[in-house]
């Protein structure tokens, strides 16, 4: 078996993950808006600096608009020293959200203990070789999971959110009453651990939620929201992209999470091809960039943390997203450094004006 290319270079593969436009990943996520925008609304900040909330702007330059994460690209350079705004837009700083992730890292007791899962991961290529779509790997990569996690109830609550959703782009989701109360019943049961305490009570001390119940409500909104990826209304959310996974134009998008990969691979479903990434930990959660074919259609790079609780992978991606919307967020787990790439989706909003998850995933790390 050929060794696997070291670790700053995958690191450094890792990032041209998320910079390369061509990878199918960022090509779904950054889409142009919709043709039915018929509007030419303004991108820049250049004289809008405090300039009242517009729904119709792509964009904006209000003082509350890093909250929200719907900044044009120009306002910390245009707008952030400008009288009345005191704060800059990093205002969680890249040393609090190291120390956050590590508090969150340690909170994971729901996490898989070594004995709990057993991997084969196999052939490791290099980046060159993944658009290849071969089969280098002729062993499933779960060679045993303990299954008793999935009794516990935040993994029992997640896992009956999988099948709520069409895989394909294009066909409009509808939830019906049980499927909502899912929904809510996985977001309380989160709630309810040390992982998900953490976050709220940073977010809290950032003055990001005055209450509990805003936040849940936030997230509520941001991951299970409904918006449209295609000519269908409403045919897609942030949840049902990053840890369901979807095909659209015969590719796999999204689909960054074990738990789905296992149980779809027991199904048969899911054939793992290779890995171009294994992560430094040596104990789970672990991450893995992996290569895959999914009942047809192939997923030419997907990361994914390996034996995390969905409350951790729930709470990193959150706070990412919330902390560094479309940017790199820099973090720590364990003594390594890893970073997670978020995505807003740019042609709808819920509230005033806040962006649903378009994406989130690990793209290792540029420390």
């Known amino acids: 078996m050929r060794a696997c290319v070291p670790l700053i270079v995958a690191l450094l593969c890792g990032l041209a993950w998320a910079e390369d436009p061509k990878e199918p990943e960022l090509e779904e996520e950054m889409e142009e808006a919709p043709a039915s925008n018929l509007y030419s609304a ?8 405090h300039e009242a909330f517009d729904r119709h702007h792509p964009c904006h330059c209000n003082d509350r608009c890093q909250e929200f994460g719907n900044c044009c690209k120009d306002f910390e350079s245009l707008c952030s020293n400008h009288e009345g705004f005191s704060y800059s837009s990093d205002a969680i700083t890249k040393e609090e959200l190291q120390s956050i992730s590590e508090k969150i890292y340690r909170a994971d007791t729901n996490k898989a203990q070594k004995e ?11 980046p060159s070789e993944t658009g290849d779509q071969v089969d280098r790997c002729p062993e499933p990569l779960f060679t045993y999971v303990n299954e008793k996690l999935f009794s516990k109830p935040t993994y029992a609550a997640f896992i009956n959110l999988l099948n709520n959703y069409q895989r394909a782009t294009g066909h409009g989701e509808h939830f019906s009453a049980q499927q909502l109360a899912e929904q809510d019943t996985f977001l309380r049961e989160i709630m309810r651990t040390a992982v998900m305490k953490e976050l709220y009570s940073f977010l809290h001390h950032q003055n990001r939620y005055s209450s509990e119940q805003e936040f849940v409500d936030d997230l509520k ?9 295609s000519s269908e209304e409403r045919d897609s959310s942030g949840f049902e992209h990053v840890f369901s996974g979807e095909v ?12 789905r990969f296992y149980l779809q691979e027991k199904e048969g479903l899911v054939d793992y091809y290779s890995h171009i990434y294994d992560g430094p930990w040596d104990s789970y959660p672990d991450v893995l960039a992996m290569q895959f074919n999914w009942d047809g259609y192939y997923k030419e790079v997907g990361s994914a943390f390996i034996g995390s609780s969905p409350e951790f992978e729930f709470a990193l991606y959150s706070l990412c997203f919330i902390a560094r919307p479309g940017k790199v967020c820099q973090l ?4 390594h450094p890893l970073a997670i790439q978020t995505y807003p989706w740019d042609n709808s909003t819920y509230g005033n004006g806040k962006k ?12």
């Not at 303004?42 to 600096?49: E, L």
């Not at 659209?248 to 738990?259: L, R």
């Open 42 to 49: 303004p991108n820049s900040c250049q004289g809008r600096c």
């Open 116 to 126: 709990d899962i057993v991997l084969n991961s196999q052939n490791c290529i290099s």
């Open 221 to 229: 909104n941001m991951w299970f929201g409904l918006y449209s990826r």
């Open 248 to 259: 659209k134009k015969g590719k796999v998008t999204g689909f960054h999470n074990w738990i």
């Open 332 to 335: 720590s787990l364990g003594g």
């Open 356 to 367: 649903y998850i378009a994406t989130a995933y690990v793209i290792s790390s540029t420390q």
